[in-house]
């Protein structure tokens, strides 16, 4: 059973800082990407960043230079380093882990395994 569970959430003011971690268990494909999507209020899920088992990244323009994903495979724990956090930041982030196809792609539809979220609030 592959289970992704996030933490790291909070309430910050603009400017600051949160890390985000994903702790994956029972996920066995030596080839895979490992993503963090996001939902705001009202809106649709939409992918943030993405790393694959060569510590390959992409990061969505909105975050590029704000947001860093990275990953500690001795932990099995995906993190996402948020600075400068901006109000139009505040969603429910997720965790996502896919099939094992390497496509470099935010899609939501091309990852298989998602944790449950943890909420991120950013006052201005």
């Known amino acids: 059973l592959v289970q992704l569970v996030e933490s790291g959430g909070g309430s910050v003011q603009a400017g600051g800082s949160l890390r985000l971690s994903c702790v994956v268990s029972g996920y066995t494909n030596s080839r895979y990407e490992m993503a963090w999507f996001r939902q705001g209020p009202g809106k649709e899920r939409e992918g943030v960043a993405l790393?694959?088992?060569?510590?390959?990244?992409k990061h969505a323009d909105s975050v590029r230079g704000r947001f860093t994903i990275s990953q500690d495979t001795a932990k099995n724990t995906l993190y996402l380093q948020m600075n400068n956090l901006k109000p139009e930041d505040t969603a429910m982030y997720y965790c996502a882990a896919n099939d094992g196809e390497l496509r470099a792609r935010l899609e939501v539809s091309l990852f298989t395994y998602w944790g449950q979220g943890t909420q991120v609030t950013v006052s201005s």
């Open positions: 790393i694959n088992m060569s510590d390959h990244k």
